[in-house]
């Protein structure tokens, strides 16, 4: 009995930890953009207080985003139980660990402007731009896409919900930092995913081992 009500506390484990993380990341994607604007003339623009100020505040949010994205994937892997495709359970699990890396990685960069009297390294600006906008967002579709694969396959999400992903995906993979602000694709999504887990149902493959599990074995 405690085991199935911890596996029905799943979806709603990972439904909340999902808004927490698309809240914190929208949040630090807005911050970051703001304070590290990308372009040609960015070296020559000095960082005003204002932007060392959104950094600092982008900072103290990415360890909190990348928990909330941790407890967010631990809880939609324990919803597939052991309906999953290793192969295809592997790569989200490996794609969802090097975007918080990068995340952690993009963040020790920004906090190099914070380190200048004035004027912020060249270096350090590009790198964690680079590394926000582009490594951890192309990481970012991998585990969409894996996600939507996951959920089609287990029917966790409706049809509409995996084409919506494997768009979201695509644009992150494809158009990357070409077009500005498009990194919120990955929290929106995230977002709309943690209300459907709130309101949807369990995987079908999940209950249907449960169920085999329960059916009463013949005598030997």
């Known amino acids: 009995m405690a085991h199935k009500q911890e596996r029905l506390g799943t979806p709603r484990a990972a ?15 807005v911050l970051m953009r703001w304070a ?23 900072l103290a949010l990415v360890p909190f985003a990348g928990i909330a994205f941790l407890w967010f994937m631990g809880a939609l892997r324990e919803q597939a139980g052991e309906g999953e495709d290793r192969f295809v359970a592997t790569v989200f ?19 190099t402007v914070l380190d200048e009297s004035r004027q912020p390294s060249a270096f350090g600006r590009h790198f964690a731009y680079a590394l926000l906008t582009t490594y951890a967002m192309r990481m970012a579709a991998v585990f969409i896409f ?5 959920g089609r396959r287990l029917g966790v999400f409706p049809r509409p919900l995996i084409l919506l992903g494997y768009l979201a995906g695509l644009t ?6 070409d077009v500005p602000w498009s990194e919120l ?14 309101r949807g149902r369990r995987p079908a493959a999940a209950e249907t081992v449960e169920a085999v599990r329960a059916a009463p074995r013949p005598p030997r």
């Open 172 to 177: 992150l993979l494809v158009v990357g930092a």
């Open 15 to 29: 439904g909340i930890a999902g808004i927490v993380f698309a809240v914190l990341m929208a949040a630090t994607i």
């Open 185 to 198: 694709v990955f929290p929106a999504w995230a977002l709309i995913i943690s209300v459907s887990v709130l």
């Open 93 to 111: 699990l490996g794609s969802g660990l090097v975007f918080v890396a990068t995340l952690f990685a993009s963040a020790a960069a920004a906090a």
């Open 36 to 58: 590290l604007p990308g372009g040609a003339g960015g070296d020559e623009v000095a960082v005003s207080e204002g932007q060392r100020g959104a950094v600092k505040s982008a």
């Open 146 to 150: 894996t996600t939507s694969a996951i």
